[in-house]
């Protein structure tokens, strides 16, 4: 399930260079306001150092790829790694227009975009970076899975 999930991710992730070129419409605007909604929660309490919040969102089985940080599964640890690195530090920042959402059946939803990161240290942001986050449903509540963080 772990490598089907991580393929669909990673095709829905190239299938979006290749619809760059035409307008994104959702297969589902329901299904796109609430990731949407999701993204802007989680974010609002990474921008502002409410782990608490962003510990609810994870999966006890988090699986968070970083271009530059490797693999991590532990969500204590990446818990840890923004507490450290990212509270008062660095703000993400959406691209605005570049998300879309695709529903994955039976499961939840892939969410793709583009970000920036803003280090306040450096007074610095970066260029825009894609991301992919997996989302399950279990329930009626909505948890990361998978994230491919890039910068």
């Known amino acids: 399930m772990k490598k089907l999930l991580f393929i669909l991710a990673v095709t829905a992730f190239f299938t979006m260079k290749i619809n760059a070129q035409s307008k994104y419409v959702p297969d589902s605007p329901e299904l796109y306001q609430e990731i949407v909604k999701m993204d802007s929660i989680y974010f609002k309490a990474y921008n502002n150092c409410d782990i608490e919040t962003q510990a609810s ?11 530059k940080g490797g693999l991590e599964t532990s969500k ?12 008062g530090q660095v ?11 695709y529903p994955i059946e039976g499961y939840g939803a892939v969410e793709m975009g583009l970000h920036k990161f803003h280090n306040k240290v450096e007074n610095s942001t970066s260029n825009p970076a894609k991301f992919i986050v997996i989302w399950r449903n279990r329930n009626n509540k909505w948890q990361i899975t998978r994230v491919i963080s890039l910068h």
């Open 57 to 67: 969102f994870y999966s006890d089985t988090i699986e968070f790829y970083e271009d």
């Open 91 to 101: 703000t993400r920042i959406l691209v605005k227009g570049s998300i879309e959402v």
């Open 76 to 87: 204590k640890k990446i818990l840890e790694s923004i507490k450290n690195n990212v509270c």
